[in-house]
Nanobody, 121 residues
Framework: QVQLVESGGGSVQAGGSLRLSCAAS????????MDWYRQAPGKQRELVAT???????KYAESVKGRFTISRDNGKNTIYLQMNSLKPEDTAIYYC???????????????WGQGTLVTVSP
């Protein structure tokens, strides 16, 4: 019924930049807060950044000042601009929405399939 599709991952050298996108599609009435998570090899998934429906943002300490989350409500899309990338940013990045209201008025939680970001020294 609803999908989150990430794009924009890839390989970059340390100090470089990437921009991730996450587009929601399906029978959507409204979307609440959306997040970016990441999972590095052998590590637990961690929250990177959150953006509320009104645009308020929160970041993990490890990415503050380097990453920027934004959203386009008209396109049901969020973005993650990642600057000054470090090798420790290497991970699979996942888009997440805890509360998507469908046109049927049902409330669902959805995860994207993930996109790989690799940062070389």
């Amino acid at each position: 019924q609803v999908q989150l599709v990430e794009s924009g991952g890839g390989s970059v050298q340390a100090g470089g930049s990437l921009r991730l996108s996450c587009a929601a599609s399906g029978s959507i009435f409204s979307i609440g807060a959306m997040d970016w998570y990441r999972q590095a090899p052998g590590k637990q998934r961690e929250l990177v950044a959150t953006i509320g429906s009104g645009g308020s943002t929160k970041y993990a300490e490890s990415v503050k000042g380097r990453f920027t989350i934004s959203r386009d409500n008209g396109k049901n899309t969020i973005y993650l601009q990642m600057n000054s990338l470090k090798p420790e940013d290497t991970a699979i990045y996942y888009c997440h929405a805890a509360n998507i209201r469908l046109t049927s008025r049902a409330l669902v939680e959805v995860w994207g399939q993930g996109t790989l970001v690799t940062v070389s020294p």
